[in-house]
């Protein structure tokens, strides 16, 4: 349908995972799509794979010097930005957080800023950065937050309160593009269990014990089932388009229907009853 065709979009994260998808629908739906990551190799990768239609920039979202490096070659090829997906964000279990713990108690102030440096500066400097290309015509900004923005987890703190304010600081963004009359919509999304790679180091090494894993996960949520990264992309692709120009400082929650209610609750009554 070319739902956003000749539209110029940025994803972060584009490497792997949900930015790697939404690039990948982007990209058939008929947009130019510029994927920035730090994994260099599999970010080439993804941009190979999709074709002309894509490039790969080299960018760490939680440096503005690279933000600005970035912007300033977008603006000298393409003149515009249309489309801005800020996905790029760690959750504090990564390889390279060595196991430590997150919790309150436990978390230390390097890795508390570490995870904010990449899951909410990364945010703030992608939208700074991102309307100036933006605002002489209109876009589409779109955040990554999570479900965990929404609600506390024990295990992990500050993955909690970054994706929280995320979640404000989109609502922030909204109003500041409205009251200036830029066109530049700004809305968050807010993902649940979705099986990526960042659920790699918690579900385990064994085949039964990762089978264990994603069962006891999915006895929480209500469809019974993790979600794609697939099913997050097609909302990316709808903030993209034109088809939500009346949606702005919103949230899409995609989880499966955890956060619509408790699943603690007695069984269905029999059919044969």
Known sequence: ???VKDKIALVTG???????????LLA??????????????????????????ARYYHLDVSSEADWMAVTESVRQTYGRL????????????????????????????????????????????GCKH??????????????MSSRSGMVGSAPNVAYCSSKSAVRNLTKSVAMYC???????????????????SIWEPLLGNSPERRAETLAFLKRGIPLNDMGRPSDVAHSVLYLASDESRYLT?????????????????????????
């Open 14 to 24: 584009g490497s792997r995972g949900i930015g790697a998808e939404s690039a990948r």
């Open 82 to 125: 249309d489309i801005l997906f800020n996905n790029a964000g760690i959750s504090g279990f990564e390889e390279d957080f060595a196991q430590r713990r997150q919790d309150v108690e436990h978390v230390s102030l390097e890795d508390w800023r570490k995870i904010h440096a990449v899951n909410v500066d990364g945010v703030f400097l």
């Open 28 to 53: 058939k739906e008929g947009a130019t799509v510029l994927i920035v990551d730090i994994l260099n190799d599999l970010g080439r990768a993804v941009a190979e794979e999709i074709g002309p239609q």
């Open 130 to 143: 991102g309307i100036p290309l933006m605002k002489a015509h209109g876009g589409s900004i779109i955040n």
């Open 178 to 196: 409205a009251q200036y009359g830029y066109g530049i919509r700004c809305n968050s999304l807010h993902p649940g269990a979705i099986l990526t």
């Open 1 to 3: 349908m070319a739902r």
């Open 249 to 273: 400082g919103a949230e899409i929650v995609i989880d499966g229907g955890i956060m619509a209610g408790s699943t603690a609750a007695p069984p269905p009554p029999d059919p044969a009853d």
